[in-house]
């Protein structure tokens, strides 16, 4: 059964730092893109940064370019997403999303919730 956990988000305040970590299981991950997603109350959910399958090439939000970092260890199934300076704007939940190049679907974890405030 393929799953996607999610974990590490919490209350932080502006400027802290968070990391969160995406554990996956029933799949190999070493053939999937790997993504972080996050929707915040009202909005729609969007693309925060993502992590290729081979090569390990990276994009990001521009709202996140230069404090958010995307990494993965296929040797322990996990994609994390370091966090720093955040801002009142990063409250959302995160999402981890898993799409193999060139087949249909994806795979969702359950979301984690992050919460920037004073």
């Known amino acids: 059964q393929v799953q996607l956990v999610e974990s590490g988000g919490g209350l932080v305040q502006p400027g802290g730092s968070l990391s969160l970590s995406c554990a996956a299981s029933?799949?190999?991950?070493?053939?999937?893109?790997m993504s972080w997603y996050r929707q915040a109350p009202g909005k729609q959910r969007e693309l925060v940064a993502a992590?290729?399958?081979?090569?390990?090439?990276?994009n990001y939000a521009d709202s996140v370019k230069g404090r958010f970092t995307i990494s993965r260890d296929n040797s322990k199934n996990t994609v994390y997403l370091q966090m720093n300076s955040l801002k009142h704007e990063d409250t959302a939940v995160y999402y981890c999303?898993?799409?193999?190049?060139?087949?249909?679907?994806?795979?969702w974890g359950q979301g984690t919730q992050v919460t920037v405030s004073s």
């Open positions: 999303n898993a799409v193999r190049p060139g087949r249909p679907g994806a795979y």
């Open positions: 029933g799949f190999i991950p070493s053939n999937y893109a």
């Open positions: 992590i290729s399958n081979i090569g390990g090439f990276t």
